[in-house]
């Protein structure tokens, strides 16, 4: 094999994918032509790669993932407004580290510094994670979690998140989730127990993607007003950020974004968002609903921990 | 943490284009462009988000996932060149970072032990004397070898050879130089020959 043997072997695979130069490429099939060896090599290689594209498509996806995602597709209309949203996050996110002295019409300014405080926010927010006092009192950015549950709220308002499952029954909504969602949910049904007035009722469910993972949406509505409770698994997301209430061992975080309330906490392997456009505090919306329950000592609990504050 | 890379890795182009008009102001066309032709691309997704994550409960959610986010960024973010490379550079970033939030650290498994059952069918297909039925065994064969390739092979493999990617789009796909590209795939095509004169060995000496 000569000199110009090895640099046309080298440049087999190249040649195969279309990857040479004008130039080069004439070169190359001039050597082919006159050289019956490198001609083999070649010949075995186009078998080769034959056979595995011949291979394609290597799987098919099913219909009923094909089902699901064209709803998706068409339930996520409006991305104009939807990047807005997106943009109002970021930028809510970055807030705290933002400067006056901000130029925004030198876009590549703009990029750097973007990246460079998203890197500085996420290692905060990493440090903030890894060291987090018991009694925290500092407030940082409202978590993935909470932002996804507000995205779905607003998605829903404007139509987007159709109901795949209608009914107004705690119980049959909780056994509709069972096996579509990695973990057990049973929705609560403080109204049936404690007798009190209807404030609220349940409008129904659906899957909402979430990570690697489905999550589960429940849609309430009281008066006029929706509200949205979002539940995954621990292992998916864990409430963090906000403004931290303690009561009865569990930590709230509350998050006002785009002017809706948020409120996330973890109980029992699950964590969960509830999302509302209600005026009230966060702590206060949860008694809106619970009022008159024996939920009323844990309500009470909460405002007793906000005076303190 | 993962969160904010995420955005950044899909979204990267953001602060631009609240500078600029070039990326913004997509008319509805396009975003009805978006659902017609991203469809298209369903079982090339579905089959990178297999070669991925061998799990096809794993590979479904990875295709919904990326659809989603795509269409959020759609209209703002839009890919000039190749929607189709943006959609496997999307769905990949996403898969890298389910992999860090693993907390394990990418796994990169290399499969050495001999996986029994990739063999039975071997030998039940094998003496079957129907061409139509070789057709498809050869194409099992190849399937079943890429698959127990190291996920850095198997995936430039299925981007240009199934795929048809050009260096330059799986360069931008999998954030690497183009030489990164040319080296792996001609390591990636050396280990999936061997493997199938391998398996073609072994069956004609039954
Ligand atoms: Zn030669």
């Known amino acids: ?309 | 943490m993962n969160g904010i890379f995420a955005y950044l890795a899909c979204y990267s182009l953001w602060p631009q284009a609240s500078g600029g008009d070039s990326l913004m102001g997509k008319t509805d066309k396009s975003i009805s462009d978006f659902r017609q032709v991203a469809l298209e691309h369903l079982d090339a997704l579905f089959g990178f988000a297999m070669v991925l994550t061998r799990n096809r409960t794993e590979a479904e959610d990875l295709v919904q996932e990326t659809y989603l986010r795509a269409a959020r960024a759609f209209g703002r973010l839009v890919p000039d060149s190749n929607l189709k490379s943006w959609l496997f550079a999307i769905m990949r970033n996403i898969w890298l970072n389910q992999l860090r939030h693993e907390q394990s650290g990418p796994q990169f498994v290399e499969i050495d032990a001999e996986d029994e059952s990739r063999w039975q069918w071997l030998d039940q297909t094998a003496s079957d004397p129907h061409a139509v039925l070789m057709q498809k065994v050869e194409r099992e064969q190849v399937r079943s070898a890429i698959e127990r390739l190291p996920v850095r092979y198997r995936e430039v493999i299925v981007l240009r050879d199934i795929e048809g990617f050009s260096y330059q789009q799986i360069a931008g796909i999998l954030q690497c130089p183009a030489g990164t590209v040319m080296s792996r795939l001609g390591r990636a095509r050396e280990q999936l020959r061997s493997l199938l004169v391998r398996w073609q060995a072994g069956t004609v000496t039954k």
């Open chain 1, 1 to 309: 094999m000569t000199n110009t043997c090895d640099q046309i072997r080298i440049q087999m695979g190249l040649y195969l994918d279309d990857e040479l130069r004008n130039g080069e490429r004439d070169e190359f099939e001039a050597h082919l032509q006159s050289c019956t060896a490198c001609h083999e090599v070649w010949e075995q290689e186009c078998r080769f790669l034959e056979r595995v594209r011949a291979a394609e498509p290597l799987y098919v996806a099913s219909s009923q993932l094909r089902e699901r995602i064209e709803r998706n597709i068409s339930t996520s209309s409006e991305p104009i407004t939807a990047s807005h949203n997106l943009r109002n996050r970021i930028q809510e996110a970055l807030r705290p580290s933002y400067s006056p002295e901000f130029h925004p019409h030198l876009p590549r300014l703009v990029a750097l510094t973007a990246v460079l405080l998203a890197v500085a926010f996420a290692g905060f927010w990493l440090f903030s994670m890894r060291s987090k006092p018991d009694r925290g009192l500092q407030i940082s950015g409202p978590s993935d979690f909470a932002l996804m549950a507000v995205d779905t709220h607003l998605r829903r308002l404007r139509g987007q998140l159709p109901l795949e499952f209608i009914s107004d029954s705690p119980e049959l909504i909780s056994s509709w989730f069972a096996g579509k969602v990695s973990f057990s949910l049973k929705l609560p049904n403080y109204q049936e127990s404690s007798r009190q007035e209807k404030l609220y009722r349940l409008e129904g469910a659906r899957l909402v993607a979430l990570k690697n993972d489905y999550a589960a949406y429940v849609a309430y509505k009281m008066k006029q007003s929706p509200i949205t409770l979002v539940v995954t698994a621990n292992s998916v997301a864990l409430p963090s950020g906000g403004e931290e209430i303690v009561s009865k061992g569990l930590k709230f975080h509350y998050d006002s974004i785009n002017g809706l309330k948020v409120i996330t906490w973890s109980d029992r392997g699950l964590t969960y968002a509830l999302v509302s456009d209600l005026e009230e505090r966060g702590q206060q919306s949860c008694l809106v609903c619970h009022a008159g329950t024996k939920d009323r000592d844990f309500i009470e609990g909460l405002k007793i921990t906000s005076i303190n504050r």
